[in-house]
């Protein structure tokens, strides 16, 4: 029989378990955990692979890359261009979770939005939305048709994040200063739906605000306290919070794992290459 392998390549210091916890969830026989990848060195990780396993050994051996946003997105551009027949294998993109988690956030939003056509035109704006998470939801709800707004801390960062992202999306994505709570009202007045991003125990939104702003769907993916979104629950999955049909982080989270572990098992039955768009397909599917 031959061993399903798990390479998990991770652009930080230190490789991150909980992929390689899913990948032996997802039924992988081994799992091989490789910190501080670059562009450079995986050249030798790669060639120092692909010989010593047979066809089906290769057609049983999965890339995740992970860690940094553009650094993961360069590898796996360079992946592409170095696994060509007969040396290929499936290589997944999911940089701190962001594929997966922004795929699972989006589809239960759509659900709730009542489809696709609830999102189309609708303004969309994302706190802190500047961190791997929050701009892989900013692609894939401009990718529907959203009006996407990011708000960052900082005016420039905020600005330049857009910038790439509209280049990303060949669509406007607006880049908003979010640093004190007007502001980030300021950059919520006309949105009917609000995604928190922010990194742990960051506040971005407080009650009496969320009152006033009057948005239908919030969501938050900070699962550590104080949340994004102040009073909201981690399990809910659509109960109304201060007049808005909620999700939490936990509810989002659920989810992502299951769709993480989908990718992992669909990367052993098609050998090819998976970014944020498969993983919103199967989130869909499986939000159904
Ligand atoms: P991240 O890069 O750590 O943070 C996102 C953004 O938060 C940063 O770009 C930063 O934006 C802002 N930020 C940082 N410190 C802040 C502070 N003290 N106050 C206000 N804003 C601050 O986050 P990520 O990796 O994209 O993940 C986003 C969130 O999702 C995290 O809370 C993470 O734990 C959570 N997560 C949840 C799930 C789930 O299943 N629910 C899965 C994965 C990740 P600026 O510097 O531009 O202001």
Same mark, same amino acid.
């Given at each position: 029989?031959?061993?399903?392998?798990?390479?998990?390549?991770?652009?930080?210091?230190?490789?991150?378990?909980?992929?390689?916890?899913?990948?032996?969830?997802?039924?992988?026989?081994?799992?091989?955990?490789?910190?501080?990848?670059?562009?450079?060195?995986?050249?030798?990780?790669?060639?120092?692979?692909?010989?010593?396993?047979?066809?089906?050994?290769?057609?049983?051996?999965?890339?995740?890359?992970?860690?940094?946003? *553009?650094?993961?997105?360069?590898?796996?551009?360079?992946?592409?261009? $170095?696994?060509?027949?007969?040396?290929?294998?499936?290589?997944?993109? *999911?940089?701190?979770?962001?594929?997966?988690?922004?795929?699972?956030?989006?589809?239960?939003?759509? #659900?709730?939005?009542?489809?696709?056509?609830?999102?189309?035109?609708?303004?969309?704006?994302?706190?802190?939305?500047?961190?791997?998470?929050?701009?892989?939801?900013?692609?894939?709800?401009?990718?529907?048709?959203?009006?996407?707004?990011?708000?960052?801390?900082?005016?420039?960062?905020?600005?330049?994040?857009?910038?790439?992202?509209?280049?990303?999306?060949?669509?406007?994505?607006?880049?908003?200063?979010?640093?004190?709570?007007?502001?980030?009202?300021?950059?919520?007045?006309? +949105?009917?739906?609000?995604?928190?991003?922010?990194?742990?125990?960051?506040?971005?939104?407080?009650?009496?605000?969320?009152?006033?702003?009057?948005?239908?769907?919030? +969501?938050?993916?900070?699962?550590?306290?104080?949340?994004?979104?102040?009073?909201?629950?981690?399990?809910?999955?659509?109960?109304?919070?201060?007049?808005?049909?909620?999700?939490?982080?936990?509810?989002?989270?659920?989810?992502?794992?299951?769709?993480?572990?989908?990718?992992?098992?669909? +990367?052993?039955?098609?050998?090819?290459?998976?970014?944020?768009?498969?993983?919103? $397909?199967?989130?869909?599917?499986?939000? #159904?």
């Amino acid at each position: 029989m031959v061993k399903k392998v798990f390479f998990y390549f991770d652009t930080n210091k230190v490789a991150n378990p909980f992929d390689l916890l899913l990948a032996l969830d997802a039924d992988y026989d081994i799992v091989l955990p490789y910190a501080g990848v670059t562009e450079e060195n995986v050249e030798y990780i790669i060639n120092n692979s692909i010989f010593a396993r047979d066809k089906e050994g290769l057609k049983n051996t999965v890339i995740m890359v992970g860690g940094d946003l *553009d650094a993961s997105e360069r590898i796996f551009q360079k992946l592409k261009r $170095m696994l060509r027949p007969p040396f290929q294998m499936s290589v997944v993109l *999911d940089p701190s979770g962001a594929c997966t988690t922004a795929a699972a956030t989006i589809a239960k939003i759509e #659900k709730l939005a009542g489809g696709a056509n609830g999102i189309r035109g609708k303004s969309v704006t994302i706190l802190a939305g500047t961190g791997p998470v929050g701009q892989i939801s900013a692609i894939l709800l401009r990718n529907l048709g959203a009006h996407v707004t990011i708000t960052s801390r900082s005016k420039d960062k905020a600005a330049k994040v857009a910038s790439k992202l509209s280049d990303e999306v060949r669509g406007k994505v607006k880049g908003a200063q979010g640093n004190l709570t007007n502001e980030r009202c300021e950059s919520c007045k006309d +949105a009917s739906i609000i995604l928190a991003t922010g990194a742990i125990g960051a506040q971005l939104l407080d009650s009496e605000s969320l009152k006033k702003l009057k948005p239908g769907i919030i +969501a938050d993916i900070n699962a550590v306290q104080p949340y994004g979104i102040e009073d909201i629950k981690l399990d809910m999955d659509g109960e109304t919070l201060n007049g808005a049909k909620a999700l939490g982080a936990c509810a989002i989270g659920d989810l992502k794992n299951l769709v993480e572990k989908r990718i992992l098992k669909k +990367a052993l039955e098609e050998t090819r290459f998976f970014d944020y768009n498969d993983a919103f $397909m199967l989130a869909r599917e499986l939000t #159904k």
